[in-house]
């Protein structure tokens, strides 16, 4: 990389580090992440053009909190802070930070009061993206304050003498307005990067580490159906051609059609699918578990047994002499990876099913090409490889399927409720044409919870429904889809009117963070 500009992201366990070096690669320049255990020595070594700083889970004053090496901001290298980055940062030089009891989560609105260089062409009142407890109260010496918020008297400063700025809020998140031009004004402006890079050759650089990796061995695939698993799939294929098997797992949670769906499409794109009905083996696991984390443990457990099952099944006339399979291909995501607390320092929000949820003993070496890359990178990589738009764009299923779209038990009767109530919302957003704009649509059903209603004149004591419609560019942040009132008027009538056992329809207007895109 000696040909371009590196910048280096520090993380100290941010959700959002990988998406703030996205970011700095969408502004053409060159961009890695290290954790903040890093020595200073072992940083400015690698010469890097300038330093972000990312966000944290933790308050600067926390025992055990990680701190910012006062080495780094005399090195005359380039800093930004972002949110905790931020915090750290004006601590280490001087400022105060303090816990002034009004959090901000979500979307804030930020006065810009001095734009400088940072701010510059910006609004003097914008919408940002929050998510901190603790506040800048007073800036170092030297440094311009340039925003605040209705709670926050320090918002963003610079010194441009020093190379060294930040923002509170997270300038990389898409519900950030103007955030790039926020974070190309550090890089070009202060830092003096040079945009002259352009992103790597993804398909050609995995094809080749999977055949390093693999080299004379047989893989299996465990296919979705999402345009995870298919990317993921058609990478591997190119990389090995026959060697590779595709096994799609019908674990009994999928939605209504989808199983008969998946392999007409499926099948015309891969050369070798096997097709797995385990309904019964993951049903029977979960018979009697409501905990959403010991769910999706099961199902990971389950679905790695069922992959276990299919490499004798699938690869049983191998001879001796033949290279034995060891090798699984997942379609695992970085959201994926940081929401399992796979990052420096984050803190576990979920066990994702192939992730946190796999089991200790797991036999296979795992082949995951795209657990670097956000959904929207991804599609674009299935558009290069030639995939149909069909499978490009589906909405993300999450691979726990409808067992995590139940609150409560999972039983073959609630998945009947839910499957019904599911494709009627699916299919009411597709006649309005809405499809594309909708990042995800989960439809949840409140198993456990009954609410007096009338039909017919009746009493009647049903279930609640929950939509969960929602916008995102690569599910690290997300807020509600402001669904046309008529729309979800017709699938609040045709759920409560249709499936009998549902009596409620309610629609859930909480953006991530606080909540998640799932319910479990």
Not at 47 to 55: D, E, N, R, W, Y
Not at 354 to 380: C, H, W, Y
Not at 475 to 501: F, G, H, K, Q, Y
Request: proline share 6%; hydrophobic share 40%; glycine share 10%.
């Amino acid at each position: 990389m000696t040909d371009h500009d590196l910048v280096l992201v520090v993380d100290y366990g941010a959700q959002y580090a990988q998406l703030i070096a996205r970011r700095v690669r969408e502004a053409r320049v060159y961009s890695e992440i290290v954790p903040h255990t890093t020595p200073v020595a072992d940083i400015l070594a690698r010469k890097p053009k300038a330093i972000i700083l990312s966000g944290g889970p933790a308050s600067v004053y926390a025992p055990g909190a990680p701190q910012v090496d006062p080495a780094l901001f005399e090195a005359g290298v380039p800093a930004f802070g972002i949110c905790y980055g931020f915090q750290a940062m004006a601590r280490s030089l001087g400022g105060e930070v303090a816990q002034t009891g009004a959090r901000e989560y979500g979307r804030t609105r930020v006065d810009v009061t001095a734009p400088g260089t940072l701010l510059a062409d910006l609004p003097a009142e914008h919408t940002v993206w929050m998510s901190h407890g603790d506040s800048v109260t007073a800036a170092p010496d030297g440094f311009d304050v340039l925003a605040a918020t209705s709670t926050t008297p320090v918002a963003a400063f610079e010194n441009l003498a020093r190379g060294q700025a930040g923002v509170q809020w997270h300038p990389e998140v898409l519900h950030t307005e103007h955030g790039q031009k926020v974070l190309e004004h550090f890089l070009l402006e202060i830092a003096g990067c040079q945009p002259t890079w352009t992103m790597l050759n993804i398909i050609d650089e995995q094809v080749e580490r999977i055949r390093r990796q693999v080299g004379d061995g047989r893989a299996l695939c465990a296919l979705s159906g999402g345009v995870d698993s298919a990317v993921a799939a058609a990478i591997v294929e190119r990389a090995i051609g026959d060697r590779l098997t595709c096994v799609y797992v019908d674990h009994g949670m999928m939605r209504l059609g989808e199983t008969e769906q998946v392999k007409r499409d499926f099948e015309a794109v891969f050369s070798d699918l096997d097709v797995v009905d385990a309904s019964d083996q993951f049903l029977g696991a979960l018979d009697g578990v409501s905990d959403p984390e010991q769910k999706r443990k099961i199902i990971g457990r389950e679905f790695i047994r069922t992959f276990e099952a299919a490499e004798v099944r699938v690869f049983g006339d191998l001879s001796e002499g033949e290279a034995a399979v060891a090798y699984l291909v997942q379609g695992t995501l970085y959201p994926d990876v940081v929401e399992s607390g796979g990052g420096a320092g984050t803190s576990n929000i979920k066990s994702h099913h192939n992730v946190g949820g796999l089991p200790d003993d797991l036999r296979f070496e795992l082949i995951e090409p795209l657990r670097t890359l956000f959904k929207d990178e991804v599609r674009a990589v299935g558009a290069q490889l030639g995939l149909p738009p069909t499978m490009v764009w589906r909405h993300p299923f999450p691979g726990p399927g409808l067992g995590i779209r139940i609150i409560g038990e999972v039983t073959r009767e609630r998945l009947d409720i839910l499957r019904r109530a599911d494709a009627i919302a699916r299919e009411e957003l597709t006649a309005a044409g809405l499809d594309r704009d909708i990042w995800q649509f989960p439809v949840v059903l409140l198993a456990d919870v009954r609410s007096v209603g009338v039909q017919g004149d009746q009493r009647t004591y049903g279930h609640p429904i929950v939509l969960r419609p929602v916008t995102s560019e690569d599910a690290m942040t997300a807020d509600w889809a402001r669904l046309p009132w008529d729309l979800v008027e017709r699938v609040s009538t045709r759920i409560t009117n249709e499936v009998l056992e549902v009596n409620r329809v309610v629609i859930d207007v909480t953006s991530k963070p606080p909540g998640t895109i799932e319910w479990e």
